[in-house]
């Protein structure tokens, strides 16, 4: 299947656990999907929807952190109290971005607003490729592949395994923002092989790839 590949990196990037809203701020060991679909609306200037954009990711990070975090809680618009949390961040990542059409992964040539992943100042960077093109056109194989650093939905792949979430698929472009797609999700951190006619597999970066979207999820 010919797909489009987009790397991007950065130093550090945090995924709030959405079961945690005050205290101790862990992350989550990988980008959860609506984060995916928010990085692609930032690049493309507005909201995707998930039933026109295929997207398939591997994350990778070297590591994690913690570190001391002041905060401010405000009550009313005069007056605010302060505390000290602690707060967890994955370091050194990189997020390969696979897309079936070629328009979504242009958008990474000339990003309509700023790329992070996760908080503000978490930005992201498009990487060059090893042919000096950002977007690589490649084609992916359907064959026995190591599966990690991605989501799949549960139960549907019996022989991975992982953390399972509620999550939800995007975000909705109105404010107040309203999960949308929520449904339970494995994330699978650590590498797992698989075979599967779902699960596409990246020849040249040696992994595989679950696509999200296109109204298949």
């Known amino acids: 299947m010919k797909s489009y590949r987009v790397c ?3 130093w550090t990037a945090s995924f709030r656990h959405p079961q945690l809203v005050t205290g101790a701020q862990p992350t989550l060991p990988l980008p959860p999907p609506s984060t995916i679909y928010g990085l692609i609306a930032a690049a493309a200037g507005g909201w ?6 295929r997207v398939g990711y591997v994350f990778r990070s070297s590591g994690n952190a913690r570190d001391l975090e002041k905060i401010y809680q405000f009550q009313k618009s005069s007056s605010a109290s302060s505390t000290v949390i602690y707060r967890d961040w994955l370091t050194d990542w990189q997020l390969c971005l696979y ?3 070629p328009e979504w992964a242009e958008n990474f040539l000339s990003p309509v607003f700023p790329l992070t992943l996760g908080r503000q100042q978490e930005l992201a960077h498009v990487e060059v490729g090893k042919s000096e ?3 690589s056109e490649i084609e992916l194989q359907n064959e026995r592949t ?3 650093g991605t989501v799949v939905p549960f139960p549907r792949f019996p022989e991975a395994f992982g953390l399972v979430m509620a999550l939800p698929l995007v975000m909705s472009p109105d404010l107040p923002r309203q999960a949308i797609g929520v449904r339970p999700w494995l994330m699978i951190k650590d590498e797992t092989k698989i075979e599967n006619p779902e699960i596409w597999r990246d020849e040249e970066l040696g992994h595989g790839i679950y696509f999200l979207g296109g109204g298949e999820n």
Do not use: K
Not at 48 to 53: L, Q
């Open 8 to 10: 991007l990196s950065g």
């Open 48 to 53: 995707v929807n998930p039933d026109e954009c």
């Open 99 to 101: 897309f079936t059409e």
């Open 133 to 135: 093109e950002t977007v």
């Open 146 to 148: 190591v599966l990690g």
